[in-house]
């Protein structure tokens, strides 16, 4: 498998990439060895589901495969569950007008 | 070099399967097409599809050219091609491109035969005289390099872009380095990952023409003033962990594995042999795509899914493969091999040979999940109205 299993909870798949994916269903509390200290998975995550590493805030860039999947919509703290409902995509937004937000 | 037991055709490479091809050009000539595959037996295999008699220009062109694909797939020995007699859609021009890839192929016109019974009756004899005349073909040994592979991924989830994606990747690069050619498609799923596939375009041409195709999918979304969330990820994707489609398309194209990107060719249109990675320009639909892939050429299909897919092709055997181990236990009877044990620690290596390994199973005769079942879906796709405008404005 391409990237790193962090304590058997997490992959991270590039180095850079500021999410995990849960590699079985994970449960409030589990602890993801991260950067020499430790991040605390704060709400159960499904199997496949994603998990920050660290803190992003509103419209920061959310990275897996060490490219960039989208941004953050709202505050996401270390361990929060990663996904529709706080990260967005910044591609094919027709519902966005231009210049409204980037659509690089 | 790797070998596979396939038969020789009068042109073009070699079949993984031997089929007589019954072939509607309408809706109108589908039922009969099916009632003449159902009545005439195993090695007689139809082509059902929804398009109708009538279709604006640009559109016949492209069923046009898919069924000419079709009957000209190397999997099929030989065709009967059934029109109702009201299409636009011209049967004599399907026939001729599948009679020039020297392939016996006969017109059933179901007005002039007297209606549907008179049609079927006719048809099933005539399927039956076709493959009378092929069914003594044995397979022999062929070169993987006669191998167009068509890879697909549908149902994805979390697990496409770690574990069966990149597997399947892994045989395609093993292909392409026995000489074969690999092909995927979806452009929509390329959005969010096209720099990476334009990094690897063989020509600075090649490069510019693929992000153009991908910019069109992306601006048709934009134009109707809707986003693609959504419809992509679909709500199953999401379920199974995708959130954008970014994450999506770079999961999804590791498919194709890590090779050069020697081409990219129109909808159905006809993949080089020996070519290694060329792209097709489809719609993100499956069946669709899968059907243009074999219309170009592919002879053996390989379709991962993290959710769960069970379809399959009417001309190709579809090789399911998932990397979800939930769906390898709960779907085991649809699927025919099981990559999640990437999740345990099997390297993308050794289960990407497993996958080759497979491929060449099943190009040498070996049953597939969805061929054992029947699964034969089979969909054309069609041309939407801004496709069409844009098709105008640059004839």
Redesign the interface.
């Known amino acids: 498998m391409k990237g790193e299993v962090l304590g058997g909870v997490g992959l991270q798949m590039s180095r850079h990439d500021n999410v995990v994916t849960a590699i079985d269903d994970v449960e409030a509390g589990a602890v993801i060895p991260y950067d020499g200290g430790e991040v605390g998975v704060e709400e159960a995550v499904p199997f496949g589901h994603k998990i920050a590493l660290v803190e992003l805030a509103p419209g920061d860039e959310v990275h897996k495969y060490g490219e960039v999947i989208g941004r953050a919509t709202e505050r996401i703290e270390p361990g929060q569950w990663v996904h529709t409902h706080n990260c967005r995509s910044t591609r094919g937004r027709g519902d966005i007008a231009d210049g409204e937000e980037e659509v690089a | 070099m790797e070998s596979f037991a396939g038969f020789d055709r009068p042109s073009g490479p070699a079949g993984v399967r031997n089929y007589v091809a019954v072939i509607p050009v309408s809706v109108a000539a589908s039922a009969v097409a099916d009632a003449i595959a159902e009545r005439a037996g195993e090695q007689v295999h139809s082509t059902p599809h929804q398009m109708g008699t009538d279709p604006p220009e640009q559109a016949r062109e492209q069923i046009e050219r898919t069924l000419s694909g079709i009957g000209t797939n190397p999997n099929v020995g030989a065709a009967v091609v059934v029109e109702l007699g009201t299409e636009s859609t011209d049967a004599d021009a399907v026939a001729d491109a599948i009679a020039d890839a020297d392939r016996d192929v006969e017109v059933l016109r179901i007005r002039e035969r007297g209606g549907t019974s008179a049609s079927v009756e006719a048809g099933v004899e005539a399927a039956n005289r076709l493959w009378a005349d092929i069914a003594g073909l044995e397979r022999t040994e062929q070169d993987a390099s006669q191998l167009i592979f068509g890879v697909e991924c549908g149902g994805s989830?979390?697990?496409s872009?770690?574990?069966s994606n990149?597997a399947v990747g892994r045989a395609c690069d093993r292909l392409v380095e026995d000489g074969g050619t690999a092909s995927f498609s979806e452009t929509?799923e390329f959005?969010?990952?096209e720099h990476?596939l334009a990094d690897r375009c063989e020509s600075e041409s090649l490069r510019e023409r693929l992000l153009e195709r991908v910019d069109f999918r992306?601006s048709a979304?934009?134009?109707?003033?809707?986003?693609?969330?959504g419809a992509?990820p679909s709500p199953g994707n999401?379920e199974?962990?995708l959130?954008?489609?970014?994450?999506k398309s770079?999961?999804a194209i590791v498919k194709g594995g890590t090779t050069p990107v020697r081409g990219l060719v129109d909808y159905a249109d006809s993949l080089p042999v020996g070519g290694g990675l060329v792209l097709m320009d489809t719609p993100g639909y499956d069946i669709e795509s899968v059907v243009g892939k074999v219309a170009g050429g592919a002879q053996v299909v390989a379709f991962t899914t993290?959710r769960g897919s069970t379809t399959g092709n009417p001309i190709a055997p579809v090789i399911k493969v998932t990397g979800?181990p939930?769906t390898a236990e709960r779907l085991a009877s649809n699927m025919d091999i099981d990559v999640s044990t990437?999740?345990e620690?099997e390297?993308?290596e050794s289960a990407g040979d497993r996958v080759y390994d497979l491929l060449l199973e099943v190009a040498s005769g070996k049953r597939t999940a969805a061929e054992l079942r029947r699964l034969e879906e089979f969909a054309i796709n069609e041309l939407q109205p801004n496709e069409l405008a844009q098709l105008r404005e640059s004839a």
């Open positions: 989830d979390a697990t872009g770690i574990a990149p929509s959005i969010g990952a990476i992306e979304a934009q134009l109707m003033g809707v986003d693609l969330r992509q999401q199974g962990g959130t954008t489609i970014e994450e770079l999961g993290g979800n939930k990437i999740l620690g390297s993308i």
